[in-house]
């Protein structure tokens, strides 16, 4: 099927003689080559992390922990502004290509710590005498933390824009047929993200508990040059379109319309002519949600007096007073939307599985009879691969029975599978949980170590949570978010799981002190057995248990999903399909 719309796709390609021959198929070898090798190289560092900052800086476990969780959301806010730059002024490539590059000074910064002795402190066994071990300075912090910085930058870059700036590359293509290529592309991206998790998680994790340091983060540093390249090589090959102040600044006048005339009372009757709108709009007056909002659109709220005309052109100071149905109604959808967003923070706490990696070097990871042991970073693979193996079944097996048993075409709804990913979150801590207390209980009463493949339930659910959750929210905001946000569906997505990290980290700090109070161990301590890690599994588990409930309420004042209005390009306006 693929094969025969791809097919379809270059056939079509005839069609456009007349243009300078860039964007197509020809351009997606650079920009996914690009996204691969930038995946491997950021998943191979972040997997197994946790154990450099450890051994390496010193530094606790929860410590780094927190450390991670900072730098998680500091990256994951960064495409905020990554997408405003983008959208509004540079335009993707060069957004892109800025990423790509900061990503590349960041892991140069991180390799360098390995190599110059002075980047870090001085060598120490944290397993044999961690009380010993000196803790880092403020040079090496400082060298460090501006690692972490250009990489946050370059996620910036990349994350928002990537995506995006690959589907620019088919808008050139008529569109009914674009449609078709989009869904052959955006399979690909999503794989290449599983395949580049999966070799990340085993093969580069594998190097760096085999070979060291120096290799082991000398190998993303390679992959990440690579992928810096190969996107710059295709420079000639892409479609750049320029950045674009409309939806934004439209956004922002209907707010500053909003407040400034919250005064005024909203007519007894809703009708044409009582509202502003563009010329030609399908949409001349505002839908009943958010009422409030539609004084930012009455002609008759302005002290001046109704525009003279409906066009959107005007002369007088009504101008910057009134803005248009259309600016509303995005406004309102936004407004809307931010409800249900606010209550997926919990699936970064989820994924997020820092403290997996330090459990797993405790336990039994020997495979076979040939005593093989598989890196503790490597566990994550089993994350991965069961959210690829959920999604690409969903659409083909799972999707036509549970369309059966509901009668949604979708099979589950949008805001079902949210509630689902937020469920298996909840059930993934509860699971890592149980298991650190068994092999806690173990460990102290000098048992066997405990098989680190009991570690794999909680990232397959994990896993789940992803697969439900993560995509269940990109198409929530892609369908209700009008089109002309649509690449903000990756922000918004990306701001959740940086608000959540904070919330992590918080959380994790607040524990600790709080465990420690009257001189006692605590619940993070540097020694897993010593302390109670299951414990805060737990509190996590609960926590998440309250998200879920909060969650039912959001989904219940938001209301029927797919009735906000849907827009699509028009000319020089933005009009509601019928």
């Given at each position: 099927m693929e094969h025969s719309l791809v097919a379809e796709a270059e056939a079509a390609q005839g069609c456009f003689k007349a243009n300078d021959g860039k964007g197509g198929f020809k351009a997606l070898p650079f920009i996914i080559s690009n996204e691969i090798l930038e995946k491997v190289a950021g998943f191979g560092l972040n997997a197994n992390f946790i154990t450099y900052l450890n051994m390496q800086y010193h530094l606790s476990i929860a410590s780094a922990g927190i450390i991670l969780f900072v730098w998680s959301a500091v990256s994951s806010f960064a495409p905020i502004p990554g997408a405003v730059i983008a959208d509004m002024y540079l335009g993707r490539f060069i957004v892109v290509a800025i990423g790509s590059i900061a990503c590349l000074i960041g892991i140069v910064f991180i390799w360098l710590s390995t190599m110059i002795p002075g980047a870090r402190p001085p060598p120490c066994n944290m397993k044999l005498s961690a009380e010993k071990c000196a803790p880092p300075g403020l040079r090496h912090m400082a060298w460090l933390l501006a690692g972490f910085a250009f990489l946050s930058i370059g996620a910036g870059g990349v994350r928002p824009c990537s995506m995006a700036f690959g589907a620019d590359q088919f808008s050139r293509h008529p569109k009914e047929r674009r449609a078709r290529i989009l869904q052959v592309y955006f399979n690909a991206y999503y794989g290449s993200i599983g395949v580049a998790f999966m070799v990340a998680v085993t093969v580069v994790v594998y190097v760096q508990d085999s070979f060291g340091w120096k290799v082991g983060i000398a190998v993303p540093m390679g992959l990440m040059l690579l992928s810096a390249a190969s996107?710059?090589?295709?420079?000639?090959?892409?479609?750049?379109?320029?950045?674009?102040?409309?939806?934004?600044?439209?956004?922002?006048?209907?707010?500053?319309?909003?407040?400034?005339?919250?005064?005024?009372?909203?007519?007894?009757?809703?009708?044409?002519?009582?509202?502003?709108?563009?010329?030609?709009?399908?949409?001349?007056?505002?839908?009943?949600?958010?009422?409030?909002?539609?004084?930012?659109?009455?002609?008759?709220?302005?002290?001046?007096?109704?525009?003279?005309?409906?066009?959107?052109?005007?002369?007088?100071?009504?101008?910057?007073?009134?803005?248009?149905?259309?600016?509303?109604?995005?406004?309102?959808?936004?407004?809307?939307?931010?409800?249900?967003?606010?209550?997926?923070?919990?699936?970064?706490?989820?994924?997020?599985?820092?403290?997996?990696?330090?459990?797993?070097?405790?336990?039994?990871?020997?495979?076979?009879?040939?005593?093989?042991r598989v890196p503790s970073g490597s566990f994550a693979v089993f994350n991965m691969a069961t959210m690829s193996l959920w999604s690409g079944s969903y659409d083909r097996w799972i999707a036509p029975a549970?369309?059966?048993?509901?009668?949604?075409?979708?099979?589950?709804?949008?805001?079902?599978?949210?509630?689902?990913?937020?469920?298996?979150?909840?059930?993934?801590?509860?699971?890592?949980?149980?298991?650190?207390?068994?092999?806690?209980?173990?460990?102290?009463?000098?048992?066997?170590?405990?098989?680190?493949?009991?570690?794999?339930?909680?990232?397959?659910?994990?896993?789940?949570?992803?697969?439900?959750?993560?995509?269940?929210?990109?198409?929530?905001?892609?369908?209700?978010?009008?089109?002309?946000?649509?690449?903000?569906?990756?922000?918004?997505?990306?701001?959740?799981?940086?608000?959540?990290?904070?919330?992590?980290?918080?959380?994790?700090?607040?524990?600790?002190?709080?465990?420690?109070?009257?001189?006692?161990?605590?619940?993070?301590?540097?020694?897993?057995?010593?302390?109670?890690?299951?414990?805060?599994y737990w509190l996590l588990a609960g926590l998440g248990a309250v998200n879920f409930v909060y969650f039912l309420w959001c989904g219940w004042a938001y209301g029927e999903e797919g009735k906000n209005v849907e827009w699509e390009d028009d000319g020089e306006t933005e009009s509601p399909m019928a």
């Open positions: 996107f710059l090589l295709g420079s000639g090959l892409y479609i750049k379109d320029k950045g674009s102040k409309q939806m934004f600044c439209g956004i922002g006048d209907a707010v500053a319309a909003a407040v400034r005339n919250r005064g005024q009372q909203l007519p007894a009757k809703t009708e044409d002519g009582v509202y502003h709108h563009l010329k030609d709009s399908k949409l001349t007056v505002p839908t009943d949600r958010l009422m409030f909002l539609n004084k930012a659109c009455m002609i008759s709220s302005t002290k001046e007096g109704a525009p003279s005309s409906n066009d959107g052109v005007d002369g007088s100071s009504n101008e910057r007073r009134l803005c248009t149905v259309d600016q509303v109604e995005q406004l309102k959808s936004t407004v809307r939307v931010m409800l249900i967003w606010s209550s997926t923070i919990f699936l970064a706490l989820s994924m997020n599985q820092f403290f997996a990696v330090p459990q797993a070097q405790q336990m039994d990871r020997r495979v076979g009879a040939g005593g093989f549970l369309r059966r048993l509901t009668g949604n075409p979708r099979g589950l709804s949008m805001k079902q599978r949210i509630g689902g990913g937020l469920l298996f979150g909840t059930a993934a801590m509860a699971a890592a949980a149980m298991v650190e207390g068994a092999r806690r209980r173990q460990a102290v009463a000098g048992g066997a170590a405990m098989s680190a493949f009991w570690l794999v339930p909680q990232f397959a659910l994990a896993g789940l949570a992803e697969a439900f959750g993560v995509i269940g929210v990109i198409e929530f905001y892609y369908t209700e978010l009008p089109k002309s946000m649509a690449s903000w569906s990756m922000a918004l997505l990306y701001m959740s799981l940086g608000v959540g990290s904070l919330l992590g980290s918080l959380i994790t700090k607040v524990v600790q002190e709080a465990s420690r109070r009257g001189g006692k161990t605590g619940w993070l301590p540097e020694d897993l057995n010593a302390g109670r890690y299951d414990n805060f």
